[in-house]
Antibody, heavy 126, light 112 residues
């Protein structure tokens, strides 16, 4: 059974860089069968996809965040990471890592999020 | 990006009664090549991550009670809880995975 666990600072100062890591157990991030994603959710609001990474290293970012986001992977540790630069109070949210399946059998390769971490609250404040 | 809009924002339903949540996408999420709707429904309880209930618009995830059902196609979808139980109190989200950017509805809060 796959488990995902977010880790990183819970408090980040404005203009600094938010850095989080997701440690995956029970599945390999080297698998061709999954995308590995970061999602955030401000209090009382809908989840927002930040971006995802595939085993090849290919990434896809939310256009609204693209200039500030980098998602990377460390296959030796079975981890993937999020870096969000120049943060403001608007970046305060619960940050989740999650897994979505890959199924290219009919052209479109996307599927739903089948596993999530428990989430970590990141507050941007001085 | 595809915009997902749910209705209502909240609803109160008596125990044992039916709850119906609607979700509308700004463009069709039906893929013609496989006739599948790229839409999922999630349940989120306080302090927990979302949990998938339904995918492909109408396929129930393993272990999800059969009182949960999904329907619809194209741009209009519905999640139905046939007989509301106390443990179903939660916020429900629809999500499309058709476009390159995956997006969620604003959520519907279900209360007793």
């Amino acid at each position: 059974q796959v488990q995902l666990q977010e880790s990183g600072p819970g408090l980040v100062k404005p203009s600094q860089t938010l850095s989080l890591t997701c440690t995956v157990s029970g599945a390999s991030i080297s698998s061709v069968s999954y995308y590995w994603s970061w999602i955030r959710q401000p209090a009382g609001k809908r989840p927002e996809c930040i971006g995802r990474i595939y085993t090849s290293g290919a990434t896809n970012y939310n256009p609204s965040l693209k200039s500030r986001v980098v998602i990377s992977q460390d296959k030796s540790k079975n981890q993937f990471s999020l870096s969000l630069s120049s943060v403001t109070a608007a970046d305060t949210a619960v940050y989740y890592c999650a897994r979505a399946g890959v199924d290219c059998s009919n052209g479109l390769c996307y599927t739903w999020f089948d596993s999530w971490g428990q989430g970590t609250l990141v507050t941007v404040s001085s | 990006d595809i915009v997902m809009t749910q209705s209502p924002d909240s609803l109160a339903v008596s125990l044992g009664e039916r709850a119906t949540i609607n979700c509308k996408s700004s463009q069709s999420v039906l893929y013609g090549s496989n006739n599948k709707n790229y839409l999922a429904w999630y349940q989120q309880k306080p302090g927990q991550p979302p949990k998938v209930l339904i995918y492909w618009a109408s396929t129930r995830e393993s272990g999800v009670p059969d009182r949960f059902s999904g329907s619809g196609s194209g741009t209009d979808f519905t999640l139905t809880i046939s007989s509301l139980q106390a443990e179903d109190v939660a916020v429900y989200y629809c999500q499309q995975y058709y476009g390159t950017q995956w997006t969620f509805g604003q959520g519907t809060k279900v209360e007793i």
